[in-house]
């Protein structure tokens, strides 16, 4: 079997964060697998498990009824992954920086930030389906 843009691997779950481990430790073998380095490999892995908690608690409101979304493209060019739930979206600009002093000590509030920092290139959509993380791991970083 070939993972490509044309057939990409596609699994659609219940939105229950109990369920996430298995699409993270897949995720960890795939980068493997394409030979991405050791911290690349952890990095996606840290990414990909705070956008599917993200995705079950704030976009499906922990509603295992509504189905978290997780598609994996191997490219030409680097993996592409693609997370995706029923939530509204938000928006953008109304986050706060976690680097601020007054976001210091808050209990949560980082994830985007986390993801942000951790995968070069991130992009989220949001349109009537609802909202998706789009992750792209160059090959640059084999």
Do not use: W
């Not at 699994?11 to 697998?33: A, G, Y």
């Not at 509030?109 to 920092?117: A, P, Q, T, W, Y």
């Not at 998706?132 to 160059?138: A, N």
């Amino acid at each position: 079997m070939t993972i490509t843009e044309q057939h990409p691997i596609k699994v659609s779950f219940p939105s229950m964060i109990e369920l996430t481990d298995p699409f993270v430790r897949f995720t960890e073998e795939l980068c493997l697998f394409l030979k991405f380095d050791r911290q690349i490999v952890d990095n996606v892995a840290l990414a990909v498990d705070e956008a599917l908690v993200n995705a079950i608690r704030h976009g499906n409101k922990n509603n295992p009824n509504l189905c978290s979304t997780i598609e994996f493209f191997v490219l030409k060019e680097g993996l592409k992954i693609v997370i995706s739930d029923h939530g509204e979206g938000f928006d953008m600009n109304g986050i706060a920086d976690p680097l601020h002093e007054d976001n210091l000590l808050k209990k949560g509030g980082r994830g985007i930030f986390l993801m942000k920092s951790l995968i070069g290139k991130v992009d989220f959509l949001f349109d009537r389906s609802g909202t998706k993380v789009i992750f792209f791991i160059s090959y640059d970083f084999r």
